[in-house]
């Protein structure tokens, strides 16, 4: 292996473990001063449960719980004022139940569709940190140099520009500034010639991602067509990422105040619906190992106090 692609590798590896470790670990802390764990393994054990439950990152249920209001202590609910809130549809998905998918799957699917758009077999999808700026989400037709010099980005890339703007960006890989000479460098080396980046905005009108297909053709451009189908995509995405966000995620955080406090979270009322289906597994998710007193698995559908904090 080419030493300048060794120590790439190392630096990327590094930075990773220095965003997420200590995320993790600040969230550990905070569970064991908030609810009196006895040490760091026990609020883990928490973080973990909850994540595995609800499908959700542990990174990202860490980050959500560093960033939400402390709850109040007397309250078994964290969101006493949450209303529920149906998913978005989800047209790309034909025959899913929006409430009942999870996030990989969509952001999967998000890619795969933008691919068959512009016929390309190369592109990725980054979702928005509150810590790296975009983080890799999917990606297609890429080696192992790419995906690790743009595991996190904030700047020098295409997808950096369309987050910043909010608006699509068209990217001529070897002449446009916006790349450093570096990752100008790796991106050419996939072959790839033209970017286009496209952001995903909620309805809060925040960027919550990005996704890119890149073709081999320099200059090639966008039909009206073609723009209009990326830009419904992007949309539908965007509405439903934030969707997750403020229900899906906020269910895993009252579910760990809930186990924390030592609550049943099964006792609490759901709404009945005969027909809903389990939400699938995501793979992203922290890895299931049930042991003695798991709590059972709970669909976010089911609980009537899904939605977000007033002011949130």
């Excluded at 802390?29 to 973080?47: H, I, K, M, N, S």
């Amino acid at each position: 292996m080419p030493e300048v692609i060794r120590l790439r590798r190392e630096t990327v590896d590094l930075r990773a473990r220095l965003r997420s470790h200590p995320l993790i670990a600040q969230a550990q802390g905070v569970l064991r001063e908030r609810y009196r764990l006895p040490d760091p393994q026990a609020a883990f054990t928490l973080l973990q449960r909850s994540s595995q439950t609800h499908n959700v990152k542990l990174r990202t249920l860490a980050a959500a719980l560093l960033r939400m209001d402390r709850p109040d202590p007397d309250s078994p609910l964290w969101f006493p004022r949450r209303v529920p809130e149906d998913a978005p549809a989800l047209p790309f998905l034909p025959g899913v139940r929006p409430g009942e998918v999870n996030r990989g799957t969509v952001v999967k699917r998000v890619l795969n569709q933008a691919l068959e758009v512009l016929g390309s077999d190369m592109g990725d999808l980054q979702l928005a940190d509150p810590v790296s700026g975009l983080r890799m989400e999917e990606h297609q037709g890429f080696g192992r140099e790419f995906l690790d010099f743009f595991a996190h980005v904030d700047g020098e890339t295409s997808c950096a520009t369309a987050a910043a703007r909010a608006r699509p960006v068209m990217s001529d890989i070897a002449t446009d500034r916006v790349f450093s000479d570096a990752a100008r460098e790796v991106i050419l080396a996939t072959g790839s010639r033209t970017a286009h980046s496209i952001p995903m905005t909620g309805a809060s009108r925040r960027v919550v991602g990005v996704f890119s297909v890149h073709v081999s053709q320099a200059g090639r451009s966008l039909t009206n067509a073609e723009a209009g189908i990326l830009h419904q995509l992007a949309t539908r995405a965007g509405l439903w990422l934030e969707w997750h966000e403020r229900t899906v995620v906020l269910d895993a955080l009252e579910d760990l105040h809930q186990r924390a406090q030592g609550a049943d979270p099964e006792a609490a009322p759901r709404r009945a619906d005969p027909e809903a289906a389990p939400r699938r597994p995501d793979p992203e998710a922290a890895p299931r190992r049930p042991g003695p007193g798991a709590a059972p698995r709970r669909s976010s559908l089911g609980n009537p106090r899904r939605g977000y904090p007033a002011g949130s």
